[in-house]
């Protein structure tokens, strides 16, 4: 066959394959029995449910609790569908089959503006886009709890799943009671029929095993018992007592403890080491070195039979330190840098509408401002740990993660095992915020499992190193021109940013098979300021993505975190210079957006927007959407003695279907002190490649004297639920430096806040 | 080192300038009462000696010898829980909870001291850290055990001890 022949035969098939991939329906999440694990007495009946001989349900859980209720909220959905009560409901740890995998957080890094999907029917191009990457994610089915998306993700597979397997069992009970199906009520897990007969799941699931019912739906809203009502979480008994365990809690017969010290300057190694007065120490075993691991920076272990004997060795090492052959660090250069590309580079235009160019040269008025928001650590109150076995070419690891599967993979890579020899137990996390989509401690686990002759061992770091070797949200720096015309009304509305991308830094070290020949643009580095909802007639938005060599991560809302900032501080700048109350100017904007008004509207009646307040102090406003949800808050604050004061805060969130009130109650409460810490204290610097703020003191937190009264308030949905766990993090700066602009007349254009 | 803790007596091998903290969580498995900053800056290994609310990732075995250690998992039991861990389920509190057990031992110390606590009270004795932020739940659950206390004063015209054993076998 000659090449060009074989050529175009090699690129036939490829493309018949492709078609023939396309057009067979997208992968089902309904999963087979076998996935879930083999437990005596228990029936499984897809890859999500079991049936227990005394009727209570099993749920295969793939998503991480890390405070934000999903164990419960996806109790909930399953409780709904098969008619069990809460307790009935037990939960199990989920496999690694694509099914568990998480579509919906891969979808939201589509970069398409929210406002086009708000309608009954979206664009064309948007649906095709999201059938081609939902049918390539729900192939990869990467498992990760983050972006805020597990009940979108979950909503629709597992009431299904819960929802085929009611059916099974109702058409078992059927046929056992020669009765139509559809004459058997099921109440608190009881199947009953109007004959008399009646059976709990338990007695039907060796029968039912096996069927998979067609054309099942989930219940209809009017049906539902438990979706929308508070219900008490799950996890939180075990939470009072003391009893529940996280990473650090794990304890096996002869398990060792390591300590970890890494090089001070970030993405450093060393030289030479000296372990004699370590190893001198009692308890002490071993001093490991630590490679650098998912994107880490080198070190050593010590290991010792406590943490504390082993935090005492590792201090006591002599160590000659080795700067990174890239150049030390330095974030005062780094700022300049940026500074730099903001204004010579273009950047990628994330979008386009109306002709700026034109608007800016008719301008009566034009207001400029430069905003900055700086490098930020996650601080989970649960350091960074993992705890791992090495024994018989096999590794076990137990680990507060969001992302097992990658994890298995880190510790496959450093033990030299397939992957199927890596057995993964999640905890419950200490906190996340990110930070746990990172796997680098789950290399150095590893890496001092197997210099411990099989024995288990508990790395975890010092608040110390959790703070210095973090993977920081990225400085970045945004540019914001508007154009007025003779009567004050905006014409147009340029933005540009600067600033490290993220995601394709993440991939390349934790799944580098996934990792491209060059970065594509990266919707986390615009989000918040590309997709605003604001009509204005002419906008441009780009961002020029830098790679400044700070280790980058996902911090609790990711880009809007400091792009809202920006962009609703400078909606505030734009109304005053408009003269326009806050709300009025949104408001006249959002005539197009008519949800995001109806949010903005909530907050501002409950807050009682433009009434009379205690002496000294005054009101603030955001509006943001992020993850699908849209949240408004009015803050209201106070300047005591030179400090900032926030003393209550209003939150009206619309995120679709709630499935626990409660538990959105408890996340605006949440994101509100996350983003009031941020807003108020956090910053890290880097000098001379080291990270300066260390622990607490210099890294500092809302306490609870200097907590805000948080409400929340709830739009009334039927639409596909949407994220809760960040949304209500980006608005929480603007709507305090928006009050604090009222009550000193000075914009805030950096954080944190400084009055 | 002989210690007391939970009422029990217990032998540590550990050096004396160990923390109290390190030998509760690694030598004795009490993991109840964690670590998190090692600098008594956030309060999440708070235990209580002799009845007050102390840090003890700072606190030197050998300054507890003899004395009477409480942690977290002395409070109550899911069974018969302390008011405070009621209240704490009440009002639907952690969300991590790996801050909480500290939280409910700072909380506990305070009631025993000033069994109807004010906001300023509040402020003055809860300065123990939470990242997810459960703040004003921690508030309304202090009040809430705080009214549960009143009520039972009333039933039994008794004056409880908020520190479960507290006085009993310790």
Not at chain 1, 52 to 79: F, I, N, Y
Not at chain 1, 413 to 421: F, M, P, S
Request: charged fraction near 15%; include cysteine; hydrophobic fraction near 45%.
């Amino acid at each position: 066959m000659k090449r060009r022949t074989w050529l175009l035969s090699a690129l036939g098939a490829t493309g018949a394959l492709v078609v023939g991939w396309g057009v067979m329906p997208a992968r089902s999440r309904l999963g087979s029995p076998e996935l879930m694990l083999k437990t005596g007495g228990d029936v499984a009946l897809n890859g999500w449910i079991k049936i227990a001989k005394d009727g209570s349900v099993v749920l295969a859980m793939p998503r991480s609790e890390m405070g934000q209720g999903v164990h419960t909220a996806l109790a909930m959905l399953v409780a709904e569908e098969l008619d069990v009560p809460m307790r009935s409901v037990r939960l199990e740890p989920a496999g690694a089959d694509s099914i568990y995998g998480n579509v919906a957080m891969l979808m939201a890094s589509l970069p398409f503006h929210p406002l086009d999907s708000e309608g009954e029917h979206k664009p064309l191009k948007i649906k095709m886009s999201e059938w081609i990457v939902g049918k390539i994610v729900r192939e990869l089915g990467i498992n990760a709890t983050g972006g805020s998306s597990t009940i979108t993700d979950l909503w629709e597979p597992l009431r299904l799943a819960a929802a085929t397997a009611r059916a099974s069992l109702l058409q078992a009970a059927a046929l056992s009671w020669q009765v139509p199906a559809n004459e058997i009520t099921v109440v608190n897990g009881v199947m009953q029929h109007a004959s008399g007969k009646s059976a709990h799941y338990g007695d039907m699931s060796a029968a039912a095993a096996g069927s998979t019912p067609k054309g099942v739906k989930p219940k209809a809203q009017q049906n539902w018992q438990l979706i929308g009502r508070a219900t008490p979480r799950s996890d939180i008994p075990a939470k009072v007592t003391g009893q529940a365990p996280f990473g650090m809690d794990i304890r096996l017969p002869g398990l060792l403890f390591a300590a970890v010290r890494m090089c001070p300057m970030l993405g450093g190694s060393f030289d030479a080491m000296n372990t004699q007065a370590a190893l001198a120490l009692p308890g002490v075993t071993q001093v490991v070195r630590l490679d650098a691991w998912g994107g880490g920076t080198a070190g050593l272990a010590a290991i010792g039979r406590t943490t504390w004997q082993a935090r005492q060795a590792v201090q006591a090492v002599q160590v000659q330190w080795q700067a990174p052959k890239t150049g030390a660090l330095d974030t005062a250069q780094i700022q300049a840098a940026l500074l730099n590309s903001l204004n010579t580079e273009s950047g990628f235009t994330f979008h386009e509408q109306g002709v700026p160019t034109q608007a800016e040269k008719a301008a009566a008025k034009r207001i400029d401002a430069l905003y900055q928001a700086p490098y930020l650590a996650h601080a989970t109150m649960e350091p960074m740990n993992c705890t791992a076995q090495v024994k018989d070419g096999r590794v076990e690891i137990w680990v507060p993660t969001q992302v097992p599967q990658m994890a298995r993979a880190m510790a496959a890579k450093v033990a030299g095992v397939k992957e199927d020899q890596v057995t993964v137990h999640v905890t419950l996390l200490g906190g996340g915020f990110g930070r746990r989509l990172e796997v680098d401690f789950v290399g150095q686990a590893v890496q001092v499992a197997m210099a411990c002759a099989g024995a288990p061992v508990q790395l975890s770091w010092s608040r110390e190193e959790d703070t210095t070797h973090d993977f920081y949200r990225p400085m970045h720096l945004a540019k914001f021109q508007a154009s007025l015309d003779a009567q004050g009304t905006v014409t147009s509305l340029r933005i540009k940013s600067a600033g490290d991308a993220i995601t394709p830094r993440w991939l390349a070290r934790t799944m580098p098979a996934l990792s491209g020949p060059v970065d594509m643009p990266d919707k986390t580095t615009a989000e918040g300021l590309f997709d605003l909802p604001y009509g204005f007639a002419s906008q441009h938005m780009s961002h020029v993505a830098t790679q400044s060599g700070v280790p980058v991560g996902f911090w609790r809302s990711v880009g809007h975190s400091h792009n809202a900032f920006f962009s609703e501080s400078f909606m505030d700048e734009m109304a005053a210079a408009s003269q326009q109350d806050p709300l009025a100017f949104r408001l006249g904007w959002l005539k197009e957006a008519p949800r995001y008004a109806a949010v903005l509207k909530l907050a501002a009646d409950k807050a009682g927007w433009g009434q009379a307040l205690p002496a000294g102090h005054a009101q603030g406003l955001a509006l943001h959407e992020s993850f699908g949800s849209i949240v408004a808050q009015v803050a209201q604050v106070s300047v005591v003695n030179g400090e900032i004061k926030v003393h209550r805060v209003v939150c009206a969130i619309d995120c679709g279907t709630v499935v626990n009130p409660d538990t959105v109650a408890q996340q605006m409460e949440s994101s509100v002190i996350y983003g009031l810490s941020a807003a108020l204290f956090g910053q890290i610097d880097i000098v001379g490649g080291v990270v300066q703020q260390s622990n607490f003191p210099s890294y500092p937190m809302v306490t609870l004297s200097q907590a805000p009264k948080v409400e929340t308030h709830i739009v009334p949905s039927t639409r596909h639920p949407a994220g809760v766990g960040e949304p209500a993090v980006p608005p929480l700066a603007p709507a305090v430096a928006n009050a604090l602009f009222v009550l000193t007349g000075k914009r805030q254009r950096a954080l944190p806040l400084v009055v | 080192m002989q210690l007391n803790i939970n009422g029990q007596n217990r032998t540590s091998t550990a050096a004396p300038d160990t923390p109290l903290l390190w030998v509760l969580r690694d030598e004795l498995n009490l993991t109840g009462t964690k670590f998190g900053c090692g600098v008594a800056a956030c309060g999440a290994c708070t235990v209580h000696v002799n009845g007050q609310a102390v840090r003890s990732c700072v606190m030197p075995i050998s300054a507890v010898a003899q004395q009477k250690v409480q942690t977290i998992e002395s409070l109550g039991t899911p069974e018969q829980l302390h008011p405070l861990q009621a209240a704490w389920i009440a009002e639907q509190v952690p969300q991590c909870g790996y801050c909480q057990s500290g939280m409910l031992m700072a909380a506990a110390a305070l009631l025993d001291k000033t069994p109807h606590p004010s906001d300023a009270d509040i402020d003055a004795a809860m300065t123990n850290l939470c990242r997810c932020g459960t703040y004003q739940r921690v508030r309304a659950a202090i009040h809430r055990a705080a009214n549960t206390n009143t009520n039972t004063n009333t039933n039994t015209n008794n004056k409880p001890s908020l520190t479960a054993q507290k006085g009993g076998a310790a």
